[in-house]
């Protein structure tokens, strides 16, 4: 590349230039710019030596490719995140509010959190109650609880809600154990979809020419590496909840 450079200082004692490594080492301190094939001013310079942008860009993109692997991480930890949530919703033998976080109640049209609707206390290790804000969805607190699945049945009496929480038995432990297994797995696929599109991100960089084959494999590197952190976490999670359900 042919390059202008225009001295803003008169007495200049001797100069090297080298295009090829992209820099200029000068003797005396001075100011100067160098301008491109077009004439447009693209580096000013001052004192004994300067980088060019052809030697920055490579750092640039290094970082683009840590952005990718950073915007990764962060997002199958909110995969992990979402994993923990839900197997609190998975009730073992004792009672805990956190089972009836995933209950949906039809609130003037809308599907609405149950526990924005009524407080959730657990009066003893085998009872929760439900005591609602607005008395007059309790029938619909009562219907949602019922059709959710999670297998209590409650017992309204107008004014608050009871379930009383049974012993499992040894088919229901099997059934929320797979339930379990189901909830892992779903937090492990969205976990793997972060990584397909990390990798193919990385990759379609390379086939553009932004960044070499060296610095695409370190990045498909992280990416793996920060994908088995995560799903090791899912299993660990979902281990430590089977637990509790095969605890009697």
């Not at 809308?110 to 085998?126: C, E, G, M």
Request: proline share 4%.
């Amino acid at each position: 590349m042919r390059v202008h450079v225009v001295w803003t200082t008169a007495l200049v004692a001797s100069t090297a230039l080298c295009g090829c490594a992209g820099a200029f080492t000068i003797s005396s301190p001075m100011t100067f710019v160098a301008r491109g094939p077009t004439g447009t001013p693209s580096t000013r310079i001052s004192g004994r030596t300067v980088t060019s942008r052809r030697q920055t860009s490579s750092s640039r993109l290094s970082m683009s490719i840590k952005d990718i692997t950073g915007n990764a991480e962060e997002k199958m930890g909110k995969s992990v995140d979402s994993v923990k949530q839900n197997l609190q919703s998975v009730r073992t033998g004792r009672a805990n509010a956190s089972i009836l976080d995933r209950v949906q109640v039809e609130y003037y049209g809308a599907p609405t959190p149950l526990n924005q609707l009524a407080t959730v206390s657990v009066p003893s290790s085998q009872q929760l109650q439900i005591d609602p804000y607005d008395k007059s969805v309790t029938g619909d607190i009562e219907k949602a609880i019922i059709e959710s699945g999670i297998g209590l049945t409650p017992n309204n009496d107008g004014d608050v809600i009871r379930i009383n929480i049974p012993s499992l038995t040894e088919d229901r432990r099997k059934e929320l154990l797979k339930m379990c297994r189901e909830i892992g797995e779903e937090g492990k696929v969205a976990i793997r979809n972060v990584r397909r599109d990390g990798v193919d991100k990385i990759k379609k960089m390379e086939k553009a020419g932004d960044v070499g084959k060296d610095e695409m494999a370190d990045g498909l590197d992280e990416m793996q590496k920060i994908t088995d952190k995560y799903a090791k976490e899912v299993d660990d999670t979902v281990g430590s909840k089977e637990k509790e359900v095969m605890t009697v």
